[in-house]
Nanobody
Framework: VQLQASGGGLVQAGGSLRLSCAAS????????MGWFRQAPGKEREFVAA????????YYADSVKGRFTISRDNAKNTVYLQMNSLNPDDTAIYYC????????????????WGQGAQVTVSS
């Protein structure tokens, strides 16, 4: 499966963005999916994840209450709605397909798409 993230951009602090991750190559409706981010000079970190059915969602403490992950299996797309953005959210955001294990470890995900740059100005 190939993943393509889109929807990034430049936004002022307090603003919102919605990222999309479109999957192609095969259906991903049986896969858990996740969003991770990587800021310059930092390691890739977990942001949010969602089970294959969408029944279960998981969030990093730093984004809980501000970000919402969702999916539309009919469209082979996962979304990340980001509200109340702040400069600490500036990073490249990546979507990936869960291959096994816990939802918050990058090592448990594969098929990494190219990232989407999110820049939040103060």
């Amino acid at each position: 499966v190939q993943l393509q993230a889109s929807g990034g951009g430049l936004v002022q602090a307090g603003g919102s963005l919605r990222l999309s991750c479109a999957a192609s190559g095969r259906t991903f409706s049986s896969d858990g999916m996740g969003w991770f981010r990587q800021a310059p000079g930092k390691e890739r970190e977990f942001v949010a994840a969602i089970s294959w059915s969408g029944s279960f969602t998981y969030y990093a403490d730093s984004v809980k209450g501000r970000f919402t992950i969702s999916r539309d299996n009919a469209k082979n797309t996962v979304y990340l709605q980001m509200n109340s953005l702040n400069p600490d959210d500036t990073a490249i955001y990546y979507c990936a397909r869960r291959t096994g294990g816990g939802y918050n470890l990058p090592s448990n995900f594969g098929s990494w798409g190219q990232g989407a740059q999110v820049t939040v100005s103060s």
